[in-house]
């Protein structure tokens, strides 16, 4: 058993979108989508300090990922081996509660294919060489590794202090990428890029009285005929809001 998780160092950091250029390469996203993205904060007052940094932004394969839950097809699950988010793109239907649920907006719905897409920390290639974001960072400002195995170096460098978690006291699922650096960098980040739970309507429904029904062993047909119509609402719901 293994638990999978990352280190970006805000000190190291240089914000060159590299790593944004390596994942684009290796996943061939569409324009204008990101698996991993840096956005550059500052200058921002705290207390008495003016702060710059940059915010490298990825899906955060949390303990307790509320985007599981949400999925009405269960296309997105967490893998038991690795501690890896996941998609199942056979069961994915587009329908976007997950994208909603993400607290960090890590998520997207590929235009091309009607999937869902994130991070997944370049799974295909585990065990054979690190995520591409990783391998590419001009600075080492990226370490990835098993967050179990404490002589890993990922675990150092954990250990030695000065790291953090992008969460506030209303959102923790228990992320596993962390920050390294200047307490203020972290601040600054929470200030101009708070984790948020966006849950529609929809998605609501689906987790709090159709996945009930998909337990007690309701009719697919039914169920199936119940989230369609949920992602008509949800749609809609979205182009009146691109419309405003």
């Given at each position: ?89 056979d069961l ?123 337990i007690l062993g ?27």
């Amino acid at each position: 058993m293994a638990k999978y998780g990352m280190v970006i160092d805000l000190d190291r950091c240089v914000g060159c979108q590299a790593c944004m250029v390596a994942c684009k390469a290796q996943w061939q996203t569409p324009e204008d989508y990101f698996r991993t993205w840096v956005k550059h904060i500052g200058p921002v007052q705290i207390k008495d300090e003016m702060v710059f940094t940059s915010y490298v932004g990825q899906c955060n394969h949390c303990d307790n990922p509320p985007c599981v839950p949400a999925c009405p097809t269960q296309a997105t699950f967490k893998d038991t081996e690795t501690g890896i988010v996941l998609v199942d793109y056979d069961l994915c239907i587009g329908c976007g509660y997950c994208v909603e649920a993400c607290p960090y907006g890590a998520r997207f719905i590929n235009p091309v294919t009607k999937k869902v897409e994130k991070c997944d920390f370049c799974y295909p290639r585990l065990g054979e060489e690190d995520p591409a974001c990783v391998k590419t960072c001009i600075v080492s400002a990226k370490v990835f590794g098993d967050l179990e195995n404490k002589d890993s170096y990922i675990s150092k460098k954990i250990s030695e202090g000065n790291t953090y978690i992008i969460a506030t006291k209303e959102v923790n699922p228990g992320p596993n990428v962390y920050y390294k650096g200047r307490r203020s960098k972290i601040e600054a980040i929470i200030k101009n890029y708070p984790p948020e739970k966006k849950d529609t309507l929809p998605a609501k429904i689906w987790s709090n009285v159709l996945r009930p029904f998909v337990i007690l062993g309701a009719g697919a047909t039914f169920i199936g005929s119940l989230v369609a119509f949920l992602f008509q609402i949800n749609q809609g719901e979205k182009e009146g809001e691109d419309e405003e």
